[in-house]
């Protein structure tokens, strides 16, 4: 197969998908703070604690995620990480305890780690030896992309349909991918 088949290419423009829908509502994150405190009468301190979480499972997860891309590859472990990840946010949008939010936020946060940055970077390395920077570029773009889109989207979708609806929508098009 030659260095620059359509097939590489298009494994790129997948990962820059994934890349764009799952961490646009990560960092969209910020739409949802007000209207969740406000909502549930919690403190500001006590939200952000709930949502260090995700990072924080995130981080611990990394080594043994990492494994099981060796043992099993990037594909189930992706499909596996945006389904946590997608379901999470649809779960959030029934969540009713800080509990529930706390538990979701570590399922979100597992998913993110399986679904995005470190099986991104290993299936360009093995795809690409040419042009893997530009392979890594195009793929990463996803985020800021996908951030900045899906940030105006929340925001419209929580002012004028409530953060329940904004949660769950945020959710539907990862499960879709």
Known sequence: ????????????????????????????GGVFFLPVVRHFGWSRGWF??????????AGLSSPLLGRLLDRIGARPVMIAGAAMVGAGYMALSRANSAAAF??????????????TIIPTA??????????RGAALGVAFAGIPLGSTAVTIW???LVLHFGLRVGFFAMGVPIVLI
């Open 1 to 28: 197969m030659a260095e620059e088949s359509k097939e590489r290419w298009l494994v790129v423009g997948t990962l820059f998908a994934t890349l764009f829908l799952i961490w646009g509502p990560v960092n969209a």
């Open 48 to 57: 952000s604690a709930l949502g260090a979480a995700a990072p924080l499972a």
């Open 102 to 115: 706390l538990l979701i936020f570590i399922v979100i946060g597992v998913g993110i780690t399986a679904s």
């Open 122 to 131: 290993l299936v360009i390395t093995n795809w690409f030896r040419a042009r």
């Open 154 to 156: 929340a925001n419209y």
